[in-house]
């Protein structure tokens, strides 16, 4: 089953420059794993910073996770935005695709 996991941060005043960075360094380290499928920079609100990921099922999002270098670059984000960084892993149960009106369900 894919899986979506969302990153939001809300960078604290003086270091959104350095958080975008990182959030992109994050998501170019992320791409090069096995199972990842496509990801998207977002802003959710004004100082909201965030990236959302698909991956082709949970378990290669938490291996992913699990790497030494992907918890490095989370707890230098953490670092720079305390405890107003949120994550939400996902499961994706219906997909909608460009031309197709209805959703297909996920087995």
Do not use: C
């Not at 960078?11 to 990801?39: K, M, V």
């Not at 707890?75 to 720079?80: F, G, K, Q, V, Y």
């Not at 949120?86 to 219906?94: C, G, K, P």
């Amino acid at each position: 089953m894919k899986i979506v996991r969302t990153t939001v941060v809300r960078p604290r005043a003086g270091f959104e420059t350095r958080t975008a960075a990182l959030l992109r360094e994050l998501d170019e380290h992320l791409a090069l794993q096995p199972g990842f499928l496509e990801s998207y920079e977002v802003v959710e609100e004004p100082g909201q910073l965030g990236r959302i990921a698909l991956w082709e099922s949970r378990e290669a999002a938490d291996r992913a996770a699990k790497l030494d270098r992907t918890i490095a670059l989370r707890a230098r984000l953490h670092n720079l935005n305390g405890s107003s960084s949120e994550e939400h892993l996902l499961a994706v149960t219906s997909e909608r695709h460009s031309g197709s009106p209805e959703p297909a369900q996920v087995a």
